[in-house]
T-cell receptor, first 113, second 109 residues
Framework: GAVVSQHPSWVICKSGTSVKIECRSL??????MFWYRQFPKQSLMLMAT?????????EQGVEKDKFLINHASLTLSTLTVTSAHPEDSSFYIC?????????FGPGTRLTVT | AQRVTQPEKLLSVFKGAPVELKCNYS??????LFWYVQYSRQRLQLLLR??SRESIKGFTADLNKGETSFHLKKPFAQEEDSAMYYC???????????FGKGNQVVVIP
């Protein structure tokens, strides 16, 4: 099956710093990909949709200047959490568009202290 | 807005007992429905999609357009079925997935 990796898998950062999360597809290409956030014991909430080479479309309530998405190629997208605060602590999951609901990354757990 | 409703948060069943997870969706066009499973410390993975009409790991789900439901069923639960289950819908014409809140299933040996 299709393989999607995320790096890092777990990161702790201090409040006010920025963190970059990479999402990479290893054996396929996709034009569109999605970033989700999952708080403990809650469902996945879509943050933004991005198409390769163009600006991301953010969901209502998600600050585009805080969550910077760069979809530079068909196999790589990055999410940068800028000026992180403790309330940004969450599990961030990427999904590449594909058949049968697409392909999910394993997720990145961000803890902001 | 696309909505997916999974009413029960936690479901505990004994091994060998039937399992049914309810999912209702908001009607809009011709959505595509999915069930995803997330085992402990693993990534989300696709379990079923309504188009394929197949049985995976003993689970089945039937799309009922009249009731706008896509309930997940398994006649005999196994311990390895303990996991989080998410119902999701994909709108027609786009690839955005809307997820339900999820059901945690605990199978008691």
């Amino acid at each position: 099956g299709a393989v999607v990796s995320q790096h890092p898998s777990w990161v702790i950062c201090k409040s006010g710093t920025s963190v970059k999360i990479e999402c990479r597809s290893l054996d396929f290409q996709a034009t569109t990909m999605f970033w989700y956030r999952q708080f403990p014991k809650q469902s996945l909430m879509l943050m933004a949709t991005s198409n390769e080479g163009s600006k991301a479309t953010y969901e209502q309530g998600v600050e585009k200047d805080k969550f910077l998405i760069n979809h530079a190629s068909l196999t790589l997208s990055t999410l940068t959490v800028t000026s992180a605060h403790p309330e940004d602590s969450s599990f961030y999951i990427c999904r590449f568009q594909g058949l049968a609901g697409g392909h999910f990354g394993p997720g990145t757990r961000l803890t902001v202290t | 807005a696309q909505r997916v409703t999974q009413p029960e948060k936690l479901l505990s069943v004994f091994k060998g007992a039937p399992v049914e997870l309810k999912c209702n969706y908001s009607y809009s066009g011709s959505p595509e429905l999915f069930w995803y499973v997330q085992y402990s410390r693993q990534r989300l993975q696709l379990l079923l999609r309504h188009i394929s009409r197949e049985s995976i790991k003993g689970f089945t789900a039937d799309l009922n357009k009249g009731e706008t439901s896509f309930h997940l069923k398994k006649p005999f639960a196994q311990e390895e079925d303990s996991a989080m289950y998410y119902c999701a819908r994909q709108g027609s014409g786009n690839n955005r997935l809307a997820f339900g809140k999820g059901n945690q299933v605990v199978v008691i040996p």
